[in-house]
Every structure is written in C-alpha cells, then in structure tokens.
C-alpha cells in the first residue's frame, strides 16, 4: 500500500470517527480564523415597552461560515466556552455592539456573556475600556448571564458583577425560572432585571397555574427593585397575559425577530406600535 493511500484512509476514518473532541478542535481552530476572518456578525433582537415603543435590544452573534453558511450560536458558544476562546468572542461581540449602538443614544442595549467570562479578574477591566473606547455611557449596557451559569460559580461571579454594577454597567439575569434557583437565590444575588425564560412564557395561557406562577415571579422581582422582562413572546395572547402578569418588557418573534442594524434603524422609525396593557409599570431605569 502506497503512502499517499495509506492517508486517504486515515483521513476519510478520521472524519467517519470524529469524536467530540476532535469536532471541539475543529470549531476552535476554524471560530479563531472566523474572528479574525470578519465572518462573526450581530444581529439585534428589539426588547419594547408596554406602549410598543424600543425600550432597547439584545445583540446576538451569528457566525457566517464561508463553507457551512450560519451557525447559530448555540452550536459555537458552548464549544468557545472549554477555551479562552469565549474571551476573545465576547470581547469582539461587546466592542461591536458598542461601536452599532452608539447610533441609537436613547436605547439600551444588552450582550450575553457566558459566566467563563467572568472567571477571568480582567473582565471588568475589559468592559470598562470597550465603554470608555467607543464612548458608551455604562448605564446603557445590559449584560445579560444565565441563571444557571451565575449559579455554578457564584464566588467569582457575584464580586466581579459587583464591580461592573459599580462601574454603572447593568445586569439581567438570562432564561430566569430555568434553572430553579428561584426566589431565594434573587435575594442574594446583584441584578437590575430578570427575563423570564420562554418555557415559562410558552405556558401562558395554557392553565391557570402558569398565569399565577409568572405573576408571581414578577412580584417577587418587582419587591427587590428589579425590572422583568419576558423572553420569547411568540404570540398576541402571551404578549397579553405577560402585561397583564406584570411583565415591564417584552421581547419575542411575535414583536420582533432578531434583525441587521438596517432593520433596527426603519423599525426605530416606524410609527407601527404593538402595544398592550397590564397593571402600571414601574419607572424603568433602562
Ligand atoms: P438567549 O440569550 O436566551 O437569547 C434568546 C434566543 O432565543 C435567541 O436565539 C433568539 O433568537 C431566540 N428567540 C427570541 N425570541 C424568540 C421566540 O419568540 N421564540 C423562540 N423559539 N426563540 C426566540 P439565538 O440568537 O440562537 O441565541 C441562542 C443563545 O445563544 C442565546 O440565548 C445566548 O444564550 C447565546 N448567545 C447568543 N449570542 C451570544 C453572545 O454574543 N455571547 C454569548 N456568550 N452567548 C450568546
Ligand atoms: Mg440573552
Ligand atoms: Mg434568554
Ligand atoms: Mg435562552
């Protein structure tokens, strides 16, 4: 057997056998070509108040592979999170934001981070020089984490967002009921907003109970001085009786799906409104 077969063999074994490990290496390798590339793009979910208005967006990263065309992230961010890599994504996601959003003064804006980004003692000193670079007050940023991810490594994470709350930076906790730490755990843990994991949200309307048990995470967040926003709003009757639960902002494909900065800008502009109503809101603080 000839050398050059002998490789075509192991090549065409290798790729029937990849293992988890091997693909992780794979992504690792092609996600820091891709960053360097310029083939990371965000896109910008619009988050509205009561009266339909933009109260603000999330940005969300989307990787366009030359080969395998989008990747969501939620094939590539679990794979940058078992490396540095997750710092160097979130770094480029954060700064970008910044430099998009410096168009839009009136709206806030929120950047997931993942809690491995918060194991490094220079997260902070990161965030404060992407604001103070690109000239975004810290009051406007939402830096959004799992209540899951806060959870599993609470020392680190509580001092460290801690000290991006006291630089003016804002913090919500992502996908909240999802992990059920629930009320207890919102007590002891610094936070200016929760959103309300889409499960709890799908439920709406579906039996009594779910009605009773998000309303009762909104009062519960409300009494601690927090803001309350519902995630994954995908139809009118949700959009309802999350208002009418208590919920301050609301975000899902029914109101507006993740979209380019163009379509930020024209939605910003129109006069559409999907308003709704609910008991009265309380003075936003973003
Ligand atoms: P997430 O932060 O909870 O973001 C919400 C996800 O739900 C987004 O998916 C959004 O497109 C989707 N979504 C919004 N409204 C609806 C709806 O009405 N119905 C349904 N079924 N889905 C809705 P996406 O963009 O694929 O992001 C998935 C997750 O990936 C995010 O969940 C977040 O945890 C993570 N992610 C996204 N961008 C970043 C990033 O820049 N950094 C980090 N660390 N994580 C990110
Ligand atoms: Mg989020
Ligand atoms: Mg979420
Ligand atoms: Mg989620």
Request: charged residues 25%; hydrophobic residues 45%.
């Amino acid at each position: 057997q000839s050398k050059r077969n002998g490789r075509a063999q192991a090549t065409l074994f290798e790729n029937e056998m990849l293992t988890d490990l091997r693909y992780t290496r794979l992504i690792e390798r092609e996600l820091r070509a891709a960053i360097m590339l310029g083939e990371l793009e965000l896109v910008y979910q619009p988050v509205l108040r009561r009266d339909g208005s933009m109260a603000g967006c999330e940005a969300l990263v989307r990787w366009r592979h030359s080969l395998r065309g989008m990747i969501s992230p939620a094939e590539f961010i679990p794979v940058a999170e078992r490396s540095v890599l997750i710092d160097l994504v979130g770094e480029w996601v954060l700064r970008q934001a910044c430099r998009d959003m410096r168009e839009f003064p009136e709206m806030y804006f929120s950047v997931n981070f993942s809690a491995n980004q918060f194991k490094r003692d220079t997260v902070v000193a990161m965030v404060q020089s992407v604001l103070a670079e690109t000239g975004i007050a810290p009051p406007r940023l939402v830096v959004e984490i799992t209540e899951s991810m806060a959870m599993s490594h609470s020392e680190d994470v509580r001092e460290r967002l801690n000290a991006l709350r006291s630089l003016g930076v804002k913090i919500a906790l992502d996908d909240f009921g999802a992990g059920f730490s629930g009320f207890a755990y919102l007590q002891s843990f610094p936070v200016d907003a929760i959103k309300i994991d889409r499960a709890f949200v799908t439920k709406l309307g579906t039996s009594a109970a779910s009605n009773v048990m998000v309303t009762a995470l909104v009062s519960v967040a409300h009494a601690a001085g927090m803001h309350v926003v519902a995630e994954g709003v995908e139809t009118a009757e949700q959009h309802r009786l999350g208002a009418e639960a208590g919920a301050d902002l609301f975000q899902g494909y029914h109101l507006a799906r993740p979209m380019g900065l163009a379509a930020v800008r024209e939605r910003r502009a129109s006069k559409e409104r999907l308003a709704v109503d609910g008991p009265p809101v309380k003075t936003l603080a973003f």
